[in-house]
């Protein structure tokens, strides 16, 4: 797992981050971020998704 995300969770007016990639991301670290909205590019495997309302993971074409 890709375990990087963390220091993201400290930026509070981070609306969007687009993410791609082969490796899983693990969005937990993410969870708190009230605003944010991840942008999964359609084959990027990620863990956590579950722990956020449905419009704020989109999964891209």
Not at 32 to 52: M, Q, V
Request: glycine residues 4%; charged residues 15%.
């Amino acid at each position: 797992m890709a375990s990087g995300l963390a220091p993201i969770a400290e930026l509070p007016y981070l609306e969007t981050l687009e993410l791609y990639g082969a490796n899983p991301f693990d969005l937990t670290p993410l969870r708190s971020c009230e605003n944010l909205t991840i942008h999964l590019a359609h084959d990027t495997p990620a863990t956590g998704t579950h722990l956020f309302p449905p419009e704020r993971i989109v999964r891209l074409p």
